[in-house]
């Protein structure tokens, strides 16, 4: 019979030179509302460590005490403790950190519930200065519920070019069973100092082990600017290099993990030899500066890269007294819908990346109503670390800025700014064609009138957020330089969760979410009923409908189920609905489709405009709205195959649109050398400067575009 006071739990905390925070942290374990055994490893401290301990012990049977005789690491102190104590779950503590009474009940909980061999929470981040102050979340904004994590995921979201700025998973600090861990020969790797839990999480991952990601539970990680993850050694990449290439050795990886594992050996290679050729100059050595070139191209290029930015920003003659940044960016704040949220998603991505931040704020005539107020969220981002808010006077630089919006500057913003960059992109989410084929803007003109305002030494390029957009702008080749890729819109995928199958009953749920805009919806009446084809087996939901101007053009919106915007939670709203459905005006360009891309990451299948086919490709399937009833039935013919290509079509979403996109996207961008090309452009030259003339005729006439 298992005795009911026998630990549950062994909690393992490794202390060198804690005597500050072990107290805290200790208390912290012997809290726990499950029977527990807690054992501090002193890993050679210099301090008063040891006599905390030692106090400690004395105190409380449950808290055993462990001497290193020389410092050796944190890899090596933990698995000296899971050797020599027995609790059927491991649990490691850092000793600078704190954990809240439950959490490891309810770790526990889940556990039992789910059969998982790993439970991690999301950490909870707090200021060293103020550790019981506020907390914020280290992996996700938003509830994510549950999450099951597989080698792959684990390893892409432990790319610091993807979720840097210390929110890679290897972080977290799951309930482990040490079952699992005993039957695959786990332990920690003791030359590892960095990245450690990175390494044994990826092996047991890779081993089979069952990984589940929850909210957080009470794991309170203290920031400190000296913490020993900040700061390490230059062999600590050729330890994980080491440690990459094991695991690539597995047999029978999955492609996408093997893919990711590359993906992270190549960057720390790539961070192993900046920091072997940083050595090397430091000590004057240029033999060991030549052998950090002895590696793979894409090393020798990033290497090469750094270099001619170093030298480019030495000959660039900045102003003097520029504040630097890692990225300048230039924004109307009073946008209200998606602009805003994209601006919003860029930020805080390229924050999460540990960047810093210039954030230049300006007023438009494109937006010239005085009642505008700053949109609150835009306004948020200044509290984001590592984003400053600069005055419009104030001289800055970056390597990269990105300019937001191009009628904002098509329209001429009220300051003029002292900014400096290696390179800049306007992100244009605005296409320059109207649909009835006018032209909004000039693009040309644009790019030199922010030039001017900025301040910048050199016209800017532009950053198309979608095919739709690019194929516009080529028309303007060569007069304007894109960059090679687009720069689409960034999400979250943690903010748009799959919650429920598709297709499970002989009724489908069709619908459709976003702004009460007539132009949102097809131009006719019959047209709109086509596209939501309510019936004895189609149910109808609408999230946001202009109803009253859908009556006037004959439609029959009297037959779905309509909530106002807001009612429910986009997402949750999404995973009520089988099929997502979009059609939209004839007269409305959709530059992006954001939507869509919602209803994608929330594992929905789509049935959407083929005008938007340039930006989903294959993720989506296309129709006119009369050949909606047709399409759906094909759709829900073979609810198998749908769900795998659903499924499939998610995948490739956060590929390309997830958080951890961007930090690729920037790496590339900083090294584009960008395209000037008309290939696939939408217009002829003389269409282009036909409708160029047409909207400077306008604006002659007082028109505003």
Known sequence: MTDPSAPQVTVVIAAWNAVATLERAVQSALQQTVPVEVVVVDDA????????????????????????????????????????????????????????????????????????????????????????????????????????????????????????????????????????????GLSYEPQIRLGEDYVLYAAALVAGARFILTDPAGYVAVVRPNSLSGSHPTCAHEHLIVADRALLATPGLAPRAKAALQAHLLEQQKKWAWRRLIDAKRARDPLAAAAAFRAPLPVMADLAGRLWHDLRARLAGDRPGAQEFDVLVVADGRFSGGS??????????????????????VRSAYLDDERDPMNPNALALCDLEGVTQLAPDQTARAPLAFLHHPLVFFRGIEERARLSADRAVIVTHHAPFRNDGSLEYDPVTTARRARRALGLAHTPWFAPISGVVRRQLASFAPLLRMSSEDWPN??????????????????????????????????????????????????????????????????????????????????????????????????????????????????????????LEPTFGDMVDYCDPVDTRDALARIAANPDATRVRVARARDQAIEIYGRPSLGPRWERLTADPGVSGRAMAAVPPTTALRKLVGLYRRRVGGATG
């Not at 087996?537 to 609408?542: E, G, P």
Request: charged share 25%; proline share 7%.
């Open 45 to 184: 401290s210099t301090d008063d460590t040891v006599a905390v301990a030692e106090r400690l012990a004395a105190a409380d049977p449950r808290l055993h005490l462990l001497h290193q005789p020389e410092n050796c690491g944190p890899s090596a102190a933990r698995n000296r403790a899971i050797a020599e104590s027995t609790a059927p779950w491991i649990a490691v503590l850092d000793s600078d950190d704190f954990i809240d009474p439950d959490r490891l009940e309810r770790l526990l909980a889940i556990a039992t519930e789910t059969g998982a061999a790993f439970v991690a929470d999301d950490l909870l981040k707090v200021d060293e200065a103020d550790p019981y102050g506020p907390r914020d979340r280290m992996w996700s904004q938003t509830d994510i519920g549950r999450i099951e994590v597989d080698a792959a995921m684990f390893v892409e979201a432990n790319l610091s070019v993807r979720y840097g700025g210390r929110r890679e998973m290897g972080f977290l600090k799951p309930l482990m069973s040490r079952a699992f861990l005993e039957a695959h």
């Open 490 to 611: 960034i999400f979250d995928p943690a903010d748009w969760p799959d919650k429920s199958p598709i297709l499970q009953g002989p009724r489908i749920t069709i619908g459709r979410h976003g702004r009460a805009d007539a132009l949102k919806f097809p131009a006719t009446g019959p047209e709109i009923d086509a596209s939501l084809p309510a019936g004895p087996d189609i149910t109808v939901r609408i999230l946001g409908c202009p109803t009253e101007a859908l009556v006037e053009k004959g439609a029959h919106p009297d037959t779905w189920e309509v909530l106002p915007f807001g009612a429910e939670p986009v997402a949750a709203f999404l995973n009520s609905l089988d099929v997502f459905v979009y059609h939209y005006h004839s007269k409305l360009t959709e530059a992006f489709g954001r939507t869509v891309l919602e209803a994608i990451l929330c594992g929905r299948a789509c049935l959407v405009d083929p005008r």
């Open 340 to 361: 805003t949220a994209a601006l919003v998603a860029d930020v805080t991505a390229l924050a999460g990346l540990g960047l810093q931040i210039g954030l230049l704020f």
